[in-house]
């Protein structure tokens, strides 16, 4: 009876496992050739971990800081992290922790008030912290963790 229990236990355990993901991480880019030394996210598992992103668009092969100031770079922030979570199989919708990074904690009000729109239903846990400074002098960065489908 031992035995069989034991049997029991451990096919269930493989089972859980194996739903979980493959073992190893998925490595994803959104654009290739990728030109930083990080991957765009990593799926491992259920979970996909986005690199942090900024307010750029790619112009001539290269990208470029939007211009318009925080709300700006957050909207395209927000573009770029949904176009990360559609090549990795998830969605806002499914985001469960993001960072955000500023360059001036003063302009908080205003990036809230883009960030607000792009989770008007549940809001997934939150950091936020002021920056000495952020690549190509972005006024935020944000991060996230998502649950893929």
Known sequence: MRYIFIVIFLTAGLTACASLGPPY???????????????SAVRSGPYLFLSGQIGTK????????????IEAETKQTFANIKAILDKGNSSLDRVIKCTVMMADMAEWPK????????FPGK???RSAF?????AL?????????????
């Open 137 to 149: 002098g972005a006024r935020v960065e944000i991060e996230c963790i998502a649950l893929v489908k």
């Open 130 to 134: 002021g920056a000495t400074a952020l």
């Open 123 to 125: 809001k997934p846990a």
């Open 111 to 118: 990036m809230n008030d883009v960030y607000t729109t792009f």
């Open 25 to 39: 991480p998925d490595f994803i880019n959104v654009t290739e050739p990728w030109p930083y030394p990080f991957s």
């Open 58 to 69: 790619v112009e001539d092969g290269k990208p470029v800081l939007v211009q318009g100031g």
